[in-house]
């Protein structure tokens, strides 16, 4: 799950972390009144989507005057905004952060990540923050240094210590940088954090350190032990299908191509968008129904599948463990049914009562194609939709 950068920073507050004052609206009316109880010549607006880059897009804007933020405030809200990580669709920005501008001497690159290789929680950091960290990882991957940390004993004080010689803290700023690392950790593992992300990290010319912007992510297996963070949650930036499947306890995320996918199990639904793609299709979805595919389970599956209007065809893809085949044969039938399916489905089965399964199908009169393998099934699939 993923929050606001207001809602980083005021979790981050929590924990002691030094963040700019700010205030959020949502109305081009508030902007004014906003800029003025936050006492500051310079002020920053910020649009609030979830997505990086938006500096690079234009979403935010420096402003010299109550005026100027009133100016930007009308621009920014309403528009979509564009960035590298939003798609070509972009974002249409509902929210503006109205922050304190910062006198910066130095901007540094700090965040915390689970390193799945070293399968450790890994402390990151470069002296080269800000907006173009992603070229100084590939350009100049030299300048990035990590410190991989012991579960058991968290992030020592000698790791901070180190990254803060290695990214050039000044001596002076060490200890408060030390505590703001550690701070972060604690933020990190307390909240089920996915990524704890600052950057920049700012050193003032007042000799502070502040963390100018905030991301954090969230696991979303941990939420039901989080419900402070589950509050966090924006309905608004996310997709209408995910949040809609959600609902039904369907792992479901949207992707860009024509062949909706339902398979139980996440991995055999990799596999299975592997293998369209491998045969020249391209898959609209993932989507897992996990072990208990029952009838009411499958027919939400396949309406959320068809409310893209992209799907041209459903591959169905199912391993029946504890779940049977028939159960799940006699389950595709009957939504089939209820939904009116007028796009090509094939269905392939494997594991207990497949037989049984695929003769259900077979006989049900209802344009359903089966196919025994899942190489098979992909190829009929694409085939069907050309």
Known sequence: MNIHEYQAKELLS?????????????????????????????????????????????????????????????????????????GPEGKVVKTLLIEEGCNIHKEYYLALTLDREKSRITLVASEEGGMDIEE???????????????????????????????????????????????????????????????NP????????????????????????????????????????????????????ISLDGNIGCMVNGAGLAMATMDIIKLYGGEPANFLDVGGGASEDKVTNAFNIILSDNRVKGIFVNIFGGIMKCDIIAKGIAEAAKKISLNVPLVVRFEGTN?????????????????????????????????
């Not at 500096?55 to 009308?74: D, H, L, Q």
């Not at 608004?236 to 479901?252: C, Q, T």
């Not at 006989?363 to 089966?370: E, G």
């Open 201 to 252: 990290l700012v050193v003032t010319e007042d000799k502070q350190v502040i963390a100018l912007d905030a991301k954090l992510n969230f696991d979303d297996n941990s939420l039901f032990r989080n419900e402070e963070i589950l509050k966090y949650r924006d309905l608004n930036e996310e997709d209408e299908k995910e949040i809609e499947a959600s609902k039904y306890g369907l792992s479901y």
């Open 136 to 198: 100084v990882a590939d350009k100049n991957p030299h300048k990035i240094y990590k410190e991989v940390i012991d579960p058991l004993t968290g992030l020592s004080e000698f790791q901070a210590r180190r990254i803060c010689f290695n990214i050039k803290i000044p001596d002076s700023l060490v200890n408060d940088t030390v505590k703001l690392m550690k701070n972060l950790y604690r933020c990190f593992i307390d909240n089920d954090c996915s990524l704890a992300e600052i």
């Open 14 to 86: 929590k924990y002691n972390i030094v963040v700019p004052k700010g205030k959020v609206i949502n109305q081009v009316e508030e902007a004014k009144n906003a800029a003025g109880s936050i006492k500051t010549d310079i002020a920053v607006v910020k649009a609030q989507i979830h997505a990086g880059g938006r500096g690079k897009a234009g979403g935010v804007k420096i402003a010299k005057s109550i005026n100027e933020v009133n100016k930007y405030a009308k621009e920014l809200l309403g528009k979509t905004l564009v960035t590298h990580q939003t």
């Open 354 to 386: 497949v037989d049984l399964g695929r003769e259900i199908l077979d006989n049900s009169n209802l344009n359903i194609v089966t196919a025994e393998t899942m190489g098979e099934g992909a190829k009929k699939i694409v085939e069907l939709i050309k």
